[in-house]
């Protein structure tokens, strides 16, 4: 029999040949958003290295849904084009594709993180940012409040970033709904503190988040997977802010307007105690929304070894294993998985004489 890790799992119209996905990288690598020779060689080696599904970094719907001037993008027809043949590469390997699309909101207008990761004011290169509230996300700078017209401005965006996704031939689409960025901006009262009916109740404070499901659902082949990524918990005793309950309960509306997946993820407004951070830290929220919902989750955050991700699968405590800083130091560590678990390996034949399984006869 298979390990669990090597079975495959099918979401819509997509199979996956295992449970193994890249976890979204920001690469800082794309000037006015376009990916190249990197993210060719960067996401081809890990297709290569046998890895299931691979999203993409965080890749923004406008230029203003950027994090530094260096970040991905799908807002024109230049970008679907550049994106084009990353992915048929990934595909061509047998492993499948999805585009993360978001939005920075407040936490945008950054330098590379090369250059130090500070606020860029709009007169050295960097733009206005906005978000939920006029508060302040980076401790540089204070955003702007949207209006409710702005709003609706941005998830007509991110239809219009799916659209692309799908004509850039993506398998799949994950909305960024985490680490402190836009959704996450609107969903957690902590930087939400607005009146109106983005802001206040749980169900208002949501809506943003529900409404571009609902209008991204409404572009996108049927067949398609929509993954979220959460922020699952805000790492904070505050009582107002966001919990795994929260989640939980958020998780059962997402299922509701056609999302597939959620992928567990935290934090973004502040750091967890360094305590609470060691191996697997992060799998009982995948776990525990699985359990309470019967949603399909990913776990993601410090698993490192192949017997650490098998256990997840065969313990159900989630359905994905997302490996980020592991699958950089090894980009065929699904390859190696596969020799340590006793799966049959499915590298390239032009690879063969160095995987025994694969030996010409
Ligand atoms: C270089 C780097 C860039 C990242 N960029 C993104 C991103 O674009 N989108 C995202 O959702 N998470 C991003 N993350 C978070 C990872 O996807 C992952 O959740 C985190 O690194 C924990 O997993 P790990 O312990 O396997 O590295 C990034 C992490 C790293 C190390």
Redesign the pocket.
Known sequence: MEPHLFSPLSIRSVQLKNRLVM????QYSSPDGLVGAWHLVHLGSRAVGGIGLIIT??TAVSPEGRNTPFDTGLWNEAQVEAWRPVVRFVQDQGAKIAV?LWHAGGKGSHAHPAAGFHHLPPDQGGWITKSASAVSLDQQHTPEALTVAEIQTLIAEFAQGARRAVQAGFDAIEL?A??GYLFHQFYSALANHRTDDYGGSFDNRVQLLLQTVQAIRAVIPEAMPLLV?LSAVDFSAEAHAWHLADSVRLTRLLQQHGVDVVTA?AGGFSAPEKSQVGPLYQVPYAEKIRAETGVLTGA????TTPQQANDLIANGQADLV?????LLRDPYFPLRAAAVLGAATAAPVQYGRAFPTHRPH
């Open positions: 976890s979204p990288m920001q970094e965080a993360q960024h985490g680490h990524r993820s993601v955050g410090l698993i997302l490996l980020a800083r592991e």
